[in-house]
């Protein structure tokens, strides 16, 4: 479970005690616990558990959505950070060019790959946003958004994926 090794990491780590470490620990407990509500309502309603589990989903679905929010609020504050550190390094870098130096360094490449795959980040999130909120509304005749929003959450986690393979 990725919720629970992130916590584990966490809860070793030595950090400085912030509300940005306490808000990091809410969402791996609260990612962990929706992974397994999520699990047990899965199994209700393949019919290996009792159908009655599955009156856990609205749960599911609102733990889900809390983990959403706040990864894309990490994940839009983590854009923009890189988004200033991308600016600084090319306002050195003009600087540098007058005095002979290189225009465009190896940290403004990984920069430029960071801001992209934030993008990417910040998509995904979107799209598991609004798939996440057509099942807490429970919004019947939504079947094809949720469907495009599902692909769109794929898509890009696939993209991430390989991003990082290369």
Sequence with gaps: MEP????HTLLTT???????YLISILNAVLSAINDVID????????????????????????LW??????????????HSQSVRSLE???????????KGGDVKLQQ???LEKKIWMGKVSILKL????GFCWIDWKDEKGREKMQNGLGL????AAVTKLVWKAL
């Design 126 to 129: 979107m799209s598991d946003a």
């Design 14 to 20: 030595p950090t400085k005690f912030t509300s940005a």
């Design 88 to 98: 600084k390094r090319r306002l050195l870098n003009e600087s540098a060019v007058w």
């Design 152 to 155: 769109a959450s794929g898509v």
């Design 108 to 110: 403004e490449v990984e």
């Design 65 to 78: 959505a809390i983990t959403i929010a706040i990864d894309l609020s990490n994940a839009f504050l983590a």
């Design 39 to 62: 699990d047990v309502c899965a199994l209700a309603k393949f019919g290996v558990l009792s159908p009655s589990l599955r009156r856990f989903e609205s749960l599911a679905t609102k």
């Design 4 to 7: 629970l090794a992130e916590l």
